[in-house]
């Protein structure tokens, strides 16, 4: 686990520079709107269970993402293609140890415990859903300040509808869909369980 983190430090720093790089090309305005230590701070008021199925699920859509988006699409910078590359080689073993640590703190829980933890999982989607509305808001208002003509309110308004969508799509549902991700979760849950999680997944779509 400790490695693991090392790993996700070195990500971390990884992700900052190509940030940095790519801020070199972009014009002014861009802002990224989450803030890492009200993130974090949500996060960790969550059960364990609930914690470990967010990491599952975010390493698993990330290696979905490279897989499907990055590593086929020649158009992509090979240093941007690299970067991730090696990403995806570690994020598939930590994705191994996401499952076996998540199975076994639910062995650990009673039903009462798996139904509030059930509940802190649909919480912290619906947070994750509130960075993206955040983000697809501001990214929309940059979009139609850099284009270089004018947006009408409904245009606007479309081009946020559809980052959403976008965002929506790659940070929650793409990860939702993943045969593995639903898998486990599946073997975990009830079927009352797993409505209440199919109908909190249902107002994103
Ligand atoms: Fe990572
Ligand atoms: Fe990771």
Request: proline share 12%.
């Given at each position: 686990m400790i490695r693991f983190s090392d790993e996700e430090l070195k990500h971390q720093e990884l992700f900052r520079q190509i940030e940095q790089m790519i801020a070199a090309g972009l014009p002014e305005g861009y802002a990224f709107v989450p803030q890492p230590n009200e993130v974090a701070s949500v996060v960790l008021s969550k059960s364990t269970w609930a914690v470990l199925g967010l990491t599952c699920h975010i390493e698993l859509f990330t290696q979905a993402h490279y897989k499907q988006s990055?590593?086929?699409?020649?158009?992509?910078?090979e240093l941007f293609k690299d970067v991730f590359l090696f990403h995806w080689r570690e994020e598939s073993q930590h994705a191994i140890l996401d499952e076996l640590e998540w199975r076994r703190e639910n062995e650990k829980l009673s039903d009462e415990e798996r139904d509030r933890a059930v509940d802190d999982l649909i919480a912290l989607v619906v947070a994750v859903d509130g960075i993206l509305q955040a983000q697809s808001q501001s990214d929309a208002n940059y979009f139609c300040a850099i284009a270089g003509r004018p947006f009408s309110t409904d245009e606007r308004d479309a081009v946020e509808q559809q980052l959403l969508r976008a965002y929506r799509w790659q940070y929650i549902l793409s990860g939702v869909q993943e045969p593995r991700f639903s898998n486990i979760l599946g073997s975990m849950v009830n079927a009352q369980q797993a409505d209440r999680i199919g109908a909190a997944l249902l107002t994103l779509i």
């Open positions: 990055i590593e086929p699409d020649e158009g992509v910078s």
